[in-house]
C-alpha cells in the first residue's frame, strides 16, 4: 500500500509540472496565473507592456512558492513527520525548508527592487529602453508604441501562451513565461535556422512542419532571440514583416495548397493586360482586408486571349474595390477543396457583383 507521502508527493509534482507548463486542461479549467490573478494584472489589450510586466513578476513569484507548497502540504499529509516542528525535523528536511524560504524571499526582494520607479528596474523596462531613440527619452515611449499596435487587429499572432509570437507593424515580439522579448522591424534581419518534421499532430491529421527562425538586432543592447511556427503560417509571417528573411540552413518550407495557389494567382495575373485607372479617379484602400490599396479591376478578356466566344464570364462593371492578396484568396475559397487541378480554368463570381469572371478577366490597376 502506497504511503500518504509518496502519495501526496506525485500528486504534488504532477500538479506543479501542469501548473507551471500549463496543458490545454489546467487552461480550460482556469488554473492559470492569468486567469488566478486577472483582477490585479489588468487587461493585455488595453496595455500589453504593463500587463506582462505585472504578469512575469507574479509567475516569478507564485513559482518559486511551490517548494515551500510542498513542505507545508507534507505537513498536514505526513503527519507523523512532525514537520511543523522545525528544530525536530531531520537536517534533510530543515535543508529544504531553508531553500525553500530563501528561494521565495529572493523572488520578492527582487520584484521589489524591479517595482522601484515605476518598473523601471524590471527586465522589460531596461529592454525597451535600449529601444528609445532620442537622447534622456523614457522607455514608456516605446511602451505605448507597442501597446497601441498590439491594439490592431491585423498584427499577426500565433503560439502557445507560453511561447506566443507576436509580429506588428513596427514591432516583433515573443512572449514566454518570465519575460518579453522585442526586437523593432526596422532594425532587425530574420533567418530561417531550423526545420523540424511532425508525423502527427493534435490539431491535423497531415504532417506537421515547424520552423525555427532567429531574429537578430543591429542594436547590441538587445540579444538575439528564436521564434517557431507553423510552416503554413509562413506566409502570413512574410506578409507582415517588413524586415528581411533569410534562409540559412536551406530548409523546404512547405505551404498550404491554397498558399501555393495564391503565389501561382499572383504570377498569372501579372501577365494579363494591366488596367489603366481613369484620371481623376482614386483608389480606395481593399474592402477585403482594409490595410492596401484596392489594386485590381476584374475586365472580360478571356475571349480576346484564347478565342473562346462560348466563355461564361461576364462584364463586371465595380470600380477597382479589392486587392489582389483577397481576390487570390476568395477565388480559391470558392473551389472544389478536393480537386485542386481544376482551380486555375475555374470560373466564380465576382466578390461584389456576382458577375462572372476567371483568372484572365483579373487585370492589376495601374
Known amino acids: 500500500m502506497e504511503s500518504p507521502e509518496l502519495t501526496f508527493t506525485l500528486a504534488y509534482t504532477v500538479f506543479s509540472l501542469c ?13 492559470t496565473i492569468q486567469n488566478l490573478f486577472s483582477s490585479w494584472l489588468g487587461s493585455e489589450d488595453v496595455g500589453f507592456i504593463q500587463y506582462h510586466v505585472r504578469r512575469s513578476s507574479v509567475t516569478l513569484l507564485v513559482h518559486s512558492a511551490l517548494p515551500l507548497g510542498y513542505y507545508m502540504g507534507m505537513c498536514i499529509a505526513a503527519p507523523e513527520k512532525h514537520l511543523t516542528y522545525v528544530h525536530q525535523v531531520s ?61 490592431r487587429i491585423d498584427k499577426f499572432a500565433t503560439g502557445a501562451p507560453g511561447a506566443r509570437v507576436i509580429v506588428t507593424d513596427s514591432w516583433v515580439l515573443k512572449v514566454t513565461t518570465y519575460h518579453v522579448y522585442m526586437a523593432a522591424q526596422s532594425d532587425c534581419h530574420v533567418t530561417v535556422t531550423q526545420s523540424t518534421q511532425h508525423q502527427l499532430s493534435p490539431d491535423s491529421a497531415s504532417p506537421l512542419q515547424l520552423l525555427t527562425l532567429r531574429v537578430h538586432s543591429i542594436n547590441p543592447a538587445i540579444e538575439p ?26 530548409v523546404v518550407i512547405h505551404q498550404t495548397i491554397s498558399e501555393l495557389f495564391l503565389e501561382t494567382f499572383r504570377a498569372q495575373v501579372a501577365l494579363n493586360q494591366p488596367y489603366l485607372l481613369p484620371s481623376g479617379q482614386e483608389v480606395e484602400p481593399c474592402i477585403g482586408c482594409m490595410q492596401v490599396p484596392a489594386n485590381t479591376k476584374l475586365v472580360r478578356l478571356c475571349c480576346l486571349e484564347g ?11 465595380c470600380r477597382p474595390m479589392w486587392c489582389l492578396s483577397c481576390v487570390g484568396r476568395w477565388f480559391a475559397s470558392r473551389q472544389d477543396q478536393q480537386r485542386p487541378e481544376t482551380w486555375l480554368s475555374s470560373i466564380v463570381p465576382c466578390p461584389t457583383c456576382r458577375a462572372k469572371f476567371c483568372i484572365l478577366d483579373v487585370c492589376v490597376v495601374h
Not at 501548473?19 to 488554473?31: D, K, M, Q, Y
Open 307 to 317: 478565342a473562346d466566344t462560348e466563355s461564361e464570364c461576364e462584364q463586371c462593371f
Open 19 to 31: 501548473f507551471v507548463f500549463t496543458p490545454n486542461e489546467f487552461r480550460s479549467a482556469g488554473l
Open 225 to 250: 532571440f528564436d521564434i517557431r511556427l507553423n510552416s503554413t503560417e509562413y506566409a502570413e509571417l512574410r506578409e507582415k514583416l517588413h524586415a528581411p528573411i533569410r534562409n540559412s540552413a536551406n
Open 91 to 151: 537536517d534533510g528536511w530543515r535543508v529544504f525548508l531553508s531553500l525553500s524560504v530563501c528561494l521565495l524571499l529572493g523572488s520578492w526582494t527582487l520584484i521589489i527592487y524591479w517595482s522601484r520607479h515605476h518598473w523601471s528596474n524590471h527586465p522589460m523596462s531596461r529592454a525597451l529602453q535600449a529601444h528609445v531613440r532620442p537622447p534622456h527619452a523614457h522607455w514608456g515611449s516605446v511602451a505605448s508604441s507597442i501597446n497601441t499596435e498590439f491594439r
